[in-house]
């Protein structure tokens, strides 16, 4: 899980600013170098696949939004955050759900978090071959589905993600039934 804050200035704001999922891979690498160029501060925070399946998705999202807010090297006077639910935080909060469209600080929050995530993607893409990770970016696609049932779970993988966890268990039982 992959989450960013931003503290943009009013103006200038980089052109075609908008949601990450409205953007082409290729736009979203343009605006995530003008975004980290023209931020007054941005910070990227993750939350770990055991802190997923610890916390569950929402959990997991709420404590990355926390750490990035944490890793500003300027304190916001407000957070704006995206969807319904907010993180702790010792400041002021309004919700925006659908903001990564209207707010231009969140679509470049959204933007880079996207971006870090998709590298990532691409890097565990070469640790873990066979998956599709550089293509998919480890969303649940049937190509993904797919190599699950074939290969098995990763430590990448969110074991309580009930996909995974059922290829986890096939391949126990297939492991048990072969050895046993």
Same mark, same amino acid.
């Given at each position: 899980?992959?989450?960013?804050? @931003?503290?943009?200035?009013?103006?200038?704001?980089? %052109?075609?600013?908008?949601?990450?999922?409205?953007?082409?891979?290729?736009? /979203?690498?343009?605006?995530?170098?003008?975004?980290? &160029? %023209?931020?007054?501060?941005?910070?990227? !925070?993750? !939350?770990?696949?055991?802190?997923?399946?610890?916390?569950?998705?929402? +959990?997991? =999202?709420?404590?990355?939004?926390? %750490?990035? @807010?944490?890793?500003?090297?300027?304190?916001?006077?407000?957070?704006?955050?995206? +969807?319904? /639910?907010?993180?702790?935080?010792?400041?002021?909060?309004?919700?925006? @759900?659908? +903001?990564?469209?209207?707010?231009?600080?969140?679509?470049?929050?959204?933007?880079?978090?996207?971006? !870090? %995530?998709?590298?990532?993607?691409?890097?565990?893409?070469?640790?873990?071959?066979?998956?599709?990770?550089?293509?998919?970016?480890?969303? #649940?696609?049937?190509?993904?589905?797919?190599?699950?049932? &074939?290969? #098995?779970?990763?430590?990448?993988?969110?074991?309580?993600?009930?996909?995974?966890?059922?290829?986890? !268990?096939?391949? /126990?039982? =297939?492991?048990?039934?072969?050895?046993?």
């Amino acid at each position: 899980m992959v989450a960013a804050a @931003v503290i943009m200035p009013a103006r200038p704001l980089p %052109r075609g600013l908008t949601d990450s999922k409205a953007l082409t891979a290729e736009e /979203r690498a343009t605006l995530d170098i003008k975004i980290r &160029e %023209r931020a007054i501060a941005w910070a990227i !925070a993750e !939350a770990s696949v055991a802190e997923i399946d610890r916390h569950n998705i929402l +959990g997991a =999202t709420l404590l990355a939004m926390r %750490r990035a @807010v944490a890793a500003l090297r300027i304190r916001p006077f407000a957070a704006w955050i995206d +969807g319904n /639910r907010p993180p702790a935080l010792a400041l002021p909060i309004r919700t925006i @759900v659908g +903001g990564d469209g209207c707010v231009p600080a969140i679509s470049a929050a959204s933007v880079i978090a996207k971006v !870090a %995530r998709d590298r990532q993607m691409v890097e565990l893409d070469a640790a873990y071959p066979g998956y599709g990770l550089a293509s998919h970016k480890g969303y #649940g696609t049937p190509a993904h589905r797919a190599a699950l049932a &074939e290969l #098995g779970p990763t430590p990448i993988h969110r074991h309580s993600f009930a996909p995974v966890a059922r290829a986890a !268990a096939r391949r /126990r039982t =297939t492991l048990n039934f072969t050895l046993g």
